[in-house]
């Protein structure tokens, strides 16, 4: 048995080797993934003047650091988005909106609440500043995605690095829905969730090292599409891709998570048949829905019953528990209602309490937990850079020369947005993709700004080889002079002379 506050204290140890042995881009990635994927869940290292370092935190900050020091011997590309302060002036505010209005959130909530016997604090000043670099800290995976993931064969890379990842968990996975979910019992001694929760359809739901089974779910959910979209991308490894497709597709449904697959029905044929355009017109259009969710809801405009009919005949016990989480969440909506440009901070502050002080609310859905903690400011500077890309992206998508694996990220992502509503998924994972993508943005603007393609950069393993046909100096052409009315013609080469 691991104590779980090692496990966390070696992580960085264990990174400087994937630093040292691997590519940047693919190091930052294993580092962040794998720290995500099995490193303790609800363990975290409490130091004075920082937020808790945990799971999620450790493996970004250790990536920060290493790549800055092994960003000097790093020769993978000639053009990356330059710094790691974001140049788009669209992140720049929503960085800006989400650091202040987390001080702002601190600042207007120095109120005490009583609810019967329970007293909840006011915040301080130093919860303001605790809550700015907590901000800063959620983003550093999307800062680093922007910087070293931004080129095509980097966003290819990390739609391998989920498959690859994937395809191993599975196995974990199905070990679980067989033995129960115990391998983080065995490994680091405890259950990190309820029980009870992980008991579905006479079987059990697999948690494997994460915070719960609906988190193992989506992640096999964007991990199958990132497969689908590889056996668009790689023909030579097309039957490779098919049979990791099969494989996970098979764990997702045995791992009873009946959400995920639902998302994967509806996206997996968009993945398989539609081109880019297609994909990153579904992508926005999902992420504009996911905006404007709750407006929608506070208005009644969507098909809400129509979903929960459709989730009765799948599987009843399912549909009464999204209905009773739908049902919280007009309750916790009212409460947000009441401060809604900076909300309720946190302490438990936007939950529900009854007269004798008991909290009756359920916060499962990303976006009222955000919404409630942060007000409107701190919900579209948030999801805003989750989900700008998208929409830049299908903007620009002629004049960039976007390819499918942009499109399929965006894709995984929109995937992502859809599982947030009703659960708390918003991990490291969701920020690289963002990231990549917005890194994307500005290397195309760079590229287009200095007259030149994306390198493809021929020399260097695991790059496309340019064609020849592309980069040869065109011959010169015939030029009609007005002056001499007549056609100026290049002279043919001298023929060498033989005696």
């Known amino acids: 048995m691991i104590p779980p506050l090692l496990a966390l204290v070696a992580w960085p140890l264990v990174s400087i080797v994937f630093f040292q042995r691997l590519r940047l881009p693919l190091a930052i990635l294993v580092t962040i993934v794998g720290g995500f994927l099995l490193l303790p869940t609800g363990t975290s290292l409490d130091l004075p003047a920082l937020p808790s370092l945990d799971k999620s935190t450790i493996p970004a900050l250790t990536a920060l650091i290493l790549a800055l020091v092994f960003a000097r011997n790093d020769r993978s590309y000639d053009l990356r988005p330059t710094g790691l302060i974001p140049r788009h002036p669209i992140i720049l505010v929503l960085l800006v909106m989400l650091v202040l209005g987390a001080v702002m959130t601190a600042l207007t909530n120095t109120d005490a609440l009583s609810y019967g016997p329970r007293r909840l604090p006011g915040l301080r000043l130093y919860d303001a500043a605790s809550m700015a670099l907590w901000a800063l800290m959620t983003v550093i995976p999307f800062v680093l995605a922007r910087r070293y993931l931004a080129d095509t064969v980097a966003l290819r890379l990390l739609l391998i690095v989920l498959c690859v990842a994937a395809v191993g968990y599975a196995f974990l996975a199905l070990f679980e829905v067989r033995m129960s979910p115990q391998l983080n019992r065995w490994v680091y001694g405890f259950f990190p969730h309820s029980w009870i929760q992980h008991i579905r359809g006479g079987g059990f739901r697999p948690v494997v090292f994460l915070n719960h089974g609906l988190l193992l779910g989506i992640f096999l959910s964007l991990s199958l599409l990132a497969t689908v979209g590889l056996m668009r991308l790689d023909e030579r490894r097309r039957g490779l891709y098919l049979a990791a497709a099969i494989w996970l597709g098979l764990t997702l449904l045995l791992s009873r998570n009946l959400g995920a697959v639902m998302i994967t029905t509806v996206l997996l044929p968009v ?12 992508a926005a259009i999902i992420a504009g829905v996911f905006l404007a ?136 994972l969701t920020w690289l993709m963002a990231g990549a993508l917005w890194g994307r943005l500005e290397l195309q603007k760079a590229a287009r700004t200095q007259g030149a393609a994306v390198p493809l950069q021929p020399d260097r393993p695991g790059y496309r080889r340019a064609d020849p046909a592309q980069t040869a100096t065109p011959p010169p052409q015939s030029i009609y002079t007005r002056q001499a009315r007549r056609i100026d013609r290049p002279k043919p080469p001298l023929k060498p002379t033989h005696k």
């Open 271 to 282: 993945g398989l048949f539609l081109g880019v355009r297609a994909q990153l017109l579904a």
């Open 293 to 428: 969710y709750p407006v929608a809801r506070t208005a009644q405009v969507l098909p809400i019953a129509q979903v929960i009919e459709l989730a009765e005949d799948i599987d009843p016990q399912r549909a009464g528990s999204f209905r009773f989480r739908l049902d919280h969440e007009e309750s916790l909506l009212a409460k947000a209602s009441e401060r809604p440009l900076f909300g309720w901070g946190g302490w438990g502050r936007q939950r529900i309490f009854d007269e004798e002080g008991r909290d009756t609310s359920v916060t499962d859905g990303e976006w009222i937990i955000i919404l409630g903690r942060d007000g409107w400011v701190g919900y579209l500077a948030r999801f805003g850079l989750l989900t700008g890309p998208v929409f830049l992206l299908l903007l620009h998508r002629r004049r960039y020369d976007i390819g499918m694996e942009t499109s399929v990220i965006a894709l995984i992502l929109a995937a992502n947005l859809i599982d947030m509503v009703p659960n708390s998924s918003n991990t490291p």
